[in-house]
């Protein structure tokens, strides 16, 4: 397992360079207010009534991460920066969602941003997309569909997430016979194939019996409903350990445990992933065990890469964004300082 400080520098270095391609492409970039289109250009930010219109497609308001993520959006996409924002919530459906990005290319945008819901089903509408000449920008989580079907993509490695919370696990529980259940993010999005992927990885070689994994949509009340299911079938007695795909639901987690006489943290001990400022309490009060953070402000970084675009630079298309992992005390040590 790497050391936190690693972790750290690498974090630091990427964002570093990410900074520098956005001062590169920020001020002095140019982009016309439409896509491909060939007017007088005007720099984004500096000439009223020249707005870059971007449509944004949100997955919903499921969890304290995605209000940060949308937060994080309006900012970046503001008059102020030289954006009008059309935003999109599709409360957790794909179907709404798409729907959402060919409303946008019917408005004729000039630059469609989108969180996928679900990694598939995405190729006919970046085609019209691309048809249309309209630049389509991911963030967040990934898609199925071939790369050149969009422009590039922001985010997390959701998989190495995965991997962080599973080395925990296994550094914790190694050859103790351990039952686990699993508290299972949205079905087909990158982050619950990914996040699953990887902590499998990661304990193949332990103890660790992954005895029941579900859904809870990465909702607190899903997560919630789906540990008083397990509580019922197995008692408190019968689960050692929740390994919650995102914060949300380890809190409806442990509202659950409390409820059924359990102790969460100690009882059945819990690892989730985001590090929102709820999820970090609860470790601070020793109801989390341990968490791995899930950036969710992307907003500055998706701005400079819809700029980018337009402005036709080269830009890559991954550009992943580092996370860390947080103990008790290395989460009493940050929650002051942090911005969700
Ligand atoms: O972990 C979860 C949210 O896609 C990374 O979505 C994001 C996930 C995040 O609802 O809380």
Known sequence: MRSQGVRKRQFLGLITVLAVALAAC?????????????????????SAGELVTVGFAQTGSESGWRSANTESMKTAFSEENGFELIFNAADNDPAAQIAAVRGFINQGVDAIVIAPIVEDGWEDVLQEAADAEIPVILEDRTVTAPEDLYATWVGLDFKREGVYAGEWAAETFGDTPTKMVVLEGTTGSAPANDRAEGFDE????????????????????????????????????????????????????????????????????????????????????GKINYIVECNPLLGELAAGFVNSVLAGEEVEKRNYVEDQTFTQEQAEEALPDRLY
């Open 26 to 46: 920020g001020g002095g970039s140019s982009s016309d207010t439409t896509a491909g289109g060939e007017g007088a250009a005007t720099t984004a930010g500096e």
């Open 202 to 285: 990661a304990t193949a070689e332990t103890a660790i019996e992954k005895i029941d994994s579900q859904t809870g949509d990465f909702t607190r009340d899903g997560g919630k409903t789906v540990m008083e299911g397990f509580l019922t079938k197995y008692g408190v007695d019968g689960i050692d350990l929740v390994y919650a795909h995102n914060d949300d639901m380890a809190l409806g987690a442990i509202e659950a445990i409390e409820a059924a006489g359990g102790v969460p943290g100690e009882d059945i001990q819990i690892v989730s992933i985001d590090a929102v400022h709820d999820g970090m309490q609860a470790l601070i009060d």
